[in-house]
């Protein structure tokens, strides 16, 4: 089978197909990465990526390179391509549409085109059309994992969605067959269905977070605990305790742009989904939420001035597990404060610099404490709950800690002399 692009999903569906016991060539057009590759160096920070690269090389399985005719003799190939967000939140299909155009020359007659990348509803509607006439059935596949847990959910995956039209039903067996091993449930529909069905996930994640950080306001305004109202909406079955922790907002790679782009796909249906265009207003609303609960932890007042006042930052990732930065909340909030005059230095275990260089990203936490009017907790690394807290507090000007991920724990931080505010806990807080 082959594989195009070797990105996020593109490397990760090889290295677990390979892993799987199938054959793998991936093509990609970065010659740099293609050469990395080859030699086993894998710069996505994705626990057991690098180990199953290596493994799939050292067996003879997965074979990477930039030349698409390697591709001439498979019989499945996904498309693993980029679909940013683009113009007024529509998705940005040029780079699949390009290479779409090159398989007809290229495949052997009945290799089944997969769409793996998260595309626009209708997509493999249009690409059967153009495909499907000339031998190449189209079968919808989107993938459903999570960064920092790529590989452990591709091979014990929920569920396997496979979108394709009758006459390719086929088509579509052969695709569930290489997932054989993960004995994970099979669900057959139409493509339409397959595709909103990823868009659909994940702005649902989206609104469950949204609504999580209103509710945490909420709680601030009449002294409840957000902790113990997540804990006690997640026993509810129907609802589930995933996504009910407030922080300073959704981001990554995936939830943004989908969130944008099923919103744009119901306003070209004529659909209000005004649920969705109020999450992503909420979402937004949240990072600068977030830095007035700074300006306030420190100055007292919610607008107060934080020019040339040294913060230290810990994690700017989007969420811990990854090193991705794509539409970080954690860095939106450090620009913000940057943009305010605050004197930046954050630790994050995933990030090594910042482009433009508003932060200093230090590689030591104890770091980021010293001389620090607050720690500001923007990540929610593991690890930041086993810190010597009264390390930090001995090297800080003022020991304050703004945990914008309920992380920590207050007792603890108490202990060690710090003042903590969390978000959606601190009952002084109120609304304005």
């Not at 990105?7 to 016991?21: E, N």
């Not at 569930?176 to 994640?205: I, M, Q, R």
């Not at 230090?362 to 620090?372: S, T």
Request: net charge negative; hydrophobic share 45%.
């Amino acid at each position: 089978m082959g594989v195009i692009g070797a990105g996020y999903v593109g490397l990760t569906s090889a290295a677990c197909f390979t892993h799987l016991g199938h054959r793998v060539v991936c093509v990609d057009n970065d010659r740099s990465k293609v050469d990395e590759l080859e030699r086993g160096e894998v710069t996505i920070a994705e626990p057991g990526l690098t180990e199953l690269v290596r493994d799939g090389l050292g067996r003879g399985r997965l074979r990477f390179t930039t030349a698409p005719r390697e591709l001439s003799d498979v019989d499945v190939v996904l498309l693993c391509l980029p679909t940013p967000e683009g113009k007024d939140g529509d998705a940005d299909v040029r780079v699949l549409d390009e290479v779409v155009a090159t398989l007809p020359g290229l495949l052997a007659p009945g290799c089944v085109v997969v769409t793996k990348s998260t595309v626009p509803v209708g997509t493999g509607a249009r690409l059967e059309e153009s495909l499907g006439r000339r031998g190449l059935p189209v079968v919808s596949n989107p993938e459903f994992l999570r960064e920092g847990h790529a590989v452990e959910d591709f091979l014990n995956p929920d569920r396997i969605v496979l979108g394709a039209v009758p006459a390719n039903r086929a088509a579509a067996e052969r695709v569930a067959a290489l997932y054989g091993e993960t004995n994970a449930p099979v669900w057959f529909t139409d493509p339409a269905s397959a595709e909103l069905a990823k868009y659909a996930s994940n702005a649902f994640l989206a609104l469950k977070v949204s609504y999580v950080n209103v509710l945490a306001e909420l709680c601030e305004h009449y002294g409840a605990d957000i902790r113990d109202v997540g804990r006690l909406m997640g026993l509810d079955s129907r609802i589930g305790p995933a996504f009910l922790v407030p922080g300073p907002g959704w981001g990554g790679s995936c939830l943004p742009k989908d969130t944008a782009a099923l919103l744009r796909t119901a306003e070209h249906a004529g659909v209000d989904f005004g649920i969705l265009r109020d999450a992503m207003k909420a979402n937004a609303r949240q990072r600068a939420a977030v830095v007035r609960k700074i300006r306030l932890a420190i100055t007292g007042v919610s607008d107060g001035s934080l020019s040339g006042i040294r913060i230290g930052l810990l994690g700017l990732a989007f969420k811990a597990g990854t090193g991705d930065l794509r539409d970080s909340p954690a860095l939106a909030v450090a620009r913000e404060l940057a943009r305010s005059g605050a004197v930046l230095t954050a630790y994050d275990p995933g990030v090594e610099a910042v482009e433009p260089d508003t932060v200093q990203v230090v590689d030591d936490p104890y770091l980021v404490a010293k001389d620090a009017a607050a720690l500001v907790v923007l990540t929610e690394w593991p690890e930041f709950r086993e810190l010597d807290w009264d390390r930090l507090a001995a090297v800080t000007e003022r020991a304050v800690v703004v945990d914008a991920r309920n992380l920590l724990d207050p007792a603890t931080l108490g202990e060690a002399g710090f003042t903590h505010t969390g978000l959606g806990t601190d009952p002084n807080r109120r609304t304005g």
